[in-house]
C-alpha cells in the first residue's frame, strides 16, 4: 500500500491498475473511493452507494450517489488473487449504523484495459434492510485536462434503440447535458445529472445499456452494464470533475425493492469499464470487443460462423408449409447456407391467427401434411442444419397450457396474471415453467434433429412479477437469472445446439443474454436502404461474429439492390431470406458471389476489432463506414446511400461537408495503416463501378461510388515495399 495525498486529505492506495489510469484510495476516516490518480478527494465518489428504506440520500435529487449509507460505509479488508493474466481484488466495506456489508470485486487483464465490477451485499445487521438502490461501479475524477473547468472539453456517447432503429448513438458536449451552475455561489452540488436507464422486461427497448466519455485527446471511458432486467447509468459534474455510476434495478426507475433479512445477501448484475488512453472510441470498443468474447460461453459456433437461411424476413413472414419451404430448401443450399431456419407460423393451424394460441409448440398438420420431419429431413439432406422459430417465456392467452399450468408459473402482479398483447408470461422460477420449456426443447432437438433455435420475445411484460411480498423488480431479475441458467441448462445437454437471441430485433440485447446465446438479432428492419446504419453500429452492441444482419435479396430488384443488401451482413452473421429459388441465373449467381466472399474471410472476424472510419454513423447519413482490423487484413464496408432513401443532410457535431449529396467519392481515415503500402481489393460486389486510391503518408483511403444506394466491401491488405 501506497500512502499519499490526494487533494488534501491523506489517503492510501490499497489498488491500482496503472494501465487503465484508475486506483482505489482509503482515507484517514475508512472511507474508500475510486478514481484517476491525482484527483482532489472531493472530485471521487464513494466505492459503492446504496439507498434502502429509512437511508436515502444525503442531497436529494436524481443523482443516486451520495447515499447515507455510502457515505458511512468504511474499510474492513481487502484481498487479491492472481490467475494469469487476470487479477481479481475484493474490498470489504462495512456500514456500522444497520451492519450492511459491501464485497466490491473488480476483476481486471493486466494486458488489457478493462475493469470488471460485482458488488455483494451482506446484512450483518439484526434488523431486516429493504434495499432500494445499489451502485455496481462507479467512478469519479474523470476531467478533460484541457481547462480549469475539469468538463469542458469531455464528449458523452449514448445510444438510443428503438424497433427497427436499433444502436442510433447521439453524442453531445458533456457541458451541454450537465450545464455550469456556479457552484461556488450555492455551496452544493446540483441536483441533476444525465442518465438513461431501461424499462420493463425489453432491456434495451429504449437505448443501449453502453455509453462512453471522450476528450480531445483520445481519451475514452466506455461503459457497458450486463443486465437482462433492470439497469441504469448516470454521469454528472462532482467539484469540477465528472463520475459516472453504473446500476442494475432500483426501486425509482424499475420497481425494484430487495429485502435482507440478518445473514442473507444480495449480489448486483456485473458492469464493465473500459479506459483507452489514445484511439478514442475505436480502440475502447476493440477492448470491450475481446472483453465481450472472454466473457461468453465457448461455443464452436464462434469459431465456424455458419451461414444462416431463415424463411421469414421480406419471404415467407410467418406463413410456412411444406409446399412453400422445399423450394427455397433447395436454393439456400445451392447458393451455400449451412443452416435453414423455419421461422414463426410452424406450429399455426388455428383459424383465429396464432399471436395469442402459442405455447405448446406443436407442429401444424395442415401446413405440413406429411408431417414436419419431412421438411426437416430435407435440409439435412440438402447438407445444411435444421432450425425452428421459438418464443419459450410466453403462453397465449388461448393457448390450453394457459389452464392446465399452475397459476403460479406466470408473471403475476397484485394476485393477477400479467397479459400483455394476448400473451402470459412464462416465471422460470417455477418448476413447472421450466420443465415444460426443457420437453418442448428436448424434444425438438432430441427427437426431430433441431441444431438452432431462435429465441424470440415480442413483449415487453412491464416492471416484472411479484410472488409474495417480492417486489415487480425484483421478480424480473430473478426470472431473468433463471432464464439464463435455464439456457445454459439447455446448452449443456445439447452442446452442439446454436441459440440465437431474438427480442423483436434487438430489444433484448445485452450481455447477459449474449454471455449465453450464440448469435444476436440485431433488427427486424425490412427496408434494406434503412438497415445500414444499424449494421455499421451493430458491433457497438455485439461482437461481429455474434450480430446477426439481414439479407433479403429478390427476384425483382436489381443487380445493384439485390448487391446492396447482401453487403451489409458480410462483417457479421449472416441472415439470408428471399425468394432465391424465382431468381434468374444472374441474380442468383451474385447471391452465391456473396456467400462465397464471407466464407474466404469468415475466418478472420472472430479474432478481429471494429473500426468507424467516418466516426459511428447517424440514422440519416448518405455515407456509412464501418471496419475491422483483422490479423491478416483490414476490412471496410461503405454505403452510399440517395438523399431521401435514407440519408438527408448532416448530424450534429459532425464536418457539414462529410454526408453532401453531391459527391460521388469519399476520403475515410484509417489511422492504424498510416505509412503502410496497402492494396485495396473489391470483395463485393464487382458491379458496384467503385474504384479506390490509397495514400499512404496520411493513411486516407478515398472510395468512388458513382450510382448512389450502392455498398462495397473492400480488404486492405498491406504488402512489402518493394
Not at 392 to 409: F, I, K, N, Q, W
Not at 616 to 635: F, K, V
Request: charged residues 20%; glycine residues 10%; negative net charge.
Amino acid at each position: 500500500m501506497l500512502t499519499a495525498a490526494v487533494g488534501t486529505v491523506e489517503s492510501t492506495r490499497i489498488w491500482s491498475r496503472p494501465e487503465l489510469g484508475l486506483h482505489a484510495v482509503l482515507n484517514a476516516n475508512g472511507a474508500v473511493r475510486l478514481g484517476t490518480p491525482g484527483q482532489d478527494w472531493a472530485r471521487l465518489v464513494p466505492l459503492v452507494e446504496v439507498t434502502a428504506t429509512g437511508h436515502g440520500r444525503l442531497w436529494s435529487g436524481e443523482r443516486f450517489i451520495e447515499t447515507a449509507i455510502g457515505d458511512r460505509m468504511v474499510y474492513r479488508d481487502h484481498e487479491t488473487v492472481q490467475d494469469g493474466n487476470r487479477e481479481r481484488t475484493t474490498i470489504r466495506l462495512a456500514d456500522p449504523v444497520t451492519g450492511l456489508v459491501a464485497e466490491i470485486t473488480l476483476e481486471a487483464d493486466v494486458d488489457s484495459g478493462f475493469l470488471r465490477a460485482r458488488v455483494r451485499l451482506v446484512n450483518e445487521g439484526a434488523e431486516p434492510l429493504r434495499l432500494e438502490s445499489v451502485t455496481t461501479l462507479t467512478l469519479g475524477g474523470i476531467s478533460s485536462n484541457v481547462a480549469e473547468d475539469g468538463l469542458d472539453g469531455l464528449t458523452l456517447h449514448w445510444a438510443d434503440n428503438d424497433w427497427l432503429a436499433e444502436c442510433r448513438w447521439r453524442q453531445a458536449e458533456l457541458r451541454d447535458q450537465v450545464v455550469p451552475l456556479s457552484r461556488s455561489a450555492h455551496g452544493h452540488e446540483g441536483r441533476g445529472c444525465f442518465e438513461r436507464y431501461s424499462q420493463g422486461s425489453w432491456s434495451t427497448g429504449r437505448h443501449l445499456p453502453v455509453a462512453a466519455l471522450t476528450d480531445r485527446n483520445g481519451n475514452a471511458w466506455l461503459w457497458q452494464i450486463e443486465s437482462s432486467a433492470g439497469w441504469r447509468f448516470e454521469t454528472g459534474e462532482r467539484e469540477g470533475a465528472a463520475y459516472v455510476a453504473l446500476f442494475g434495478p432500483d426501486d425509482a426507475h424499475h420497481q425494484w425493492q430487495h429485502t435482507l433479512a440478518p445473514g442473507e445477501d444480495f449480489h448486483t448484475v456485473p458492469a464493465v469499464l473500459v479506459h483507452a488512453e489514445t484511439g478514442g472510441l475505436d480502440a475502447a470498443f476493440g477492448t470491450l470487443t475481446d472483453y465481450r468474447r472472454g466473457i461468453r460461453r465457448d461455443h464452436p459456433d464462434h469459431r465456424t460462423l455458419p451461414v444462416i437461411y431463415n424463411d421469414y424476413m421480406n419471404t415467407l413472414m410467418g406463413d410456412p408449409t411444406t409446399e412453400r419451404l422445399l423450394p427455397l430448401i433447395e436454393a439456400a443450399a445451392s447458393a451455400g447456407a449451412e443452416v435453414f431456419v423455419i421461422d414463426a407460423g410452424w406450429y399455426d393451424d388455428d383459424a383465429q391467427g396464432w399471436w395469442d394460441s402459442v405455447g405448446a409448440w406443436e407442429a401444424a398438420p395442415n401446413r405440413f401434411p406429411g408431417g414436419i420431419q419431412e421438411v426437416l429431413d430435407a435440409i439435412t439432406k440438402n447438407g445444411m442444419t435444421p432450425g425452428l422459430w421459438l418464443e419459450p417465456e410466453v403462453v397465449g392467452v388461448r393457448s390450453p397450457l394457459a389452464h392446465t399450468l399452475p397459476p403460479e408459473a406466470f408473471f403475476r402482479r397484485g394476485g393477477l396474471r400479467v397479459t400483455e398483447h394476448g400473451r402470459h408470461h412464462l416465471d422460470l422460477r417455477h418448476p413447472a415453467a421450466r420443465a415444460h420449456l426443457d420437453e418442448v426443447v428436448d424434444r425438438l432437438v432430441g427427437e426431430w434433429g433441431v441444431g438452432y433455435l431462435k429465441l424470440d420475445y415480442n413483449i415487453n411484460i412491464g416492471p416484472g412479477a411479484e410472488n409474495g411480498t417480492e417486489s415487480a423488480g425484483a421478480g424480473l431479475l430473478g426470472h431473468h437469472r433463471a432464464h439464463l441458467d435455464w439456457m445454459a441448462g439447455v446448452l449443456d445437454r445439447h452442446p452442439q445446439l446454436v441459440l440465437e437471441n431474438c427480442g423483436s430485433g434487438g430489444l433484448r440485447m445485452d450481455y447477459a443474454q449474449l454471455a449465453v446465446a450464440q448469435l444476436q438479432s440485431t433488427s427486424d428492419q425490412q427496408d434494406p436502404l434503412r438497415y445500414p446504419p444499424i449494421t455499421a453500429a451493430a458491433a457497438t452492441a455485439a461482437t461481429p461474429e455474434q450480430a446477426a444482419v439481414w439479407a433479403y435479396p429478390q427476384p425483382d430488384q436489381t443487380l445493384d439492390e439485390i448487391a446492396f443488401t447482401l453487403t451489409g451482413p458480410l462483417l457479421g452473421r449472416i441472415h439470408l431470406s428471399g425468394f432465391l429459388n424465382l431468381m434468374n441465373d444472374e441474380q442468383f449467381d451474385l447471391v452465391r458471389s456473396a456467400l462465397s466472399v464471407y466464407k474466404d474471410l469468415r475466418p478472420e472476424i472472430a479474432a478481429a476489432h471494429p473500426f468507424w472510419p467516418l466516426g459511428l454513423p447517424g440514422w440519416e447519413d448518405e455515407w456509412i463506414a464501418h471496419g475491422l482490423r483483422g490479423q491478416e487484413s483490414t476490412y471496410l464496408m461503405i454505403w452510399r446511400r440517395e438523399p431521401g432513401s435514407g440519408g438527408r443532410g448532416t448530424v450534429l457535431g459532425r464536418d457539414d461537408d462529410r454526408n453532401s449529396s453531391a459527391d460521388t467519392d469519399r476520403r475515410l481515415t484509417v489511422p492504424h495503416l498510416r505509412g503502410a503500402h496497402v492494396h485495396p481489393t473489391v470483395l463485393h460486389p464487382t458491379t458496384a463501378a467503385a474504384t479506390v486510391e490509397w495514400d499512404a503518408s496520411d493513411g486516407k483511403l478515398t472510395v468512388s461510388l458513382p450510382r448512389a444506394n450502392t455498398a462495397v466491401l473492400l480488404r486492405l491488405s498491406p504488402v512489402s515495399s518493394e
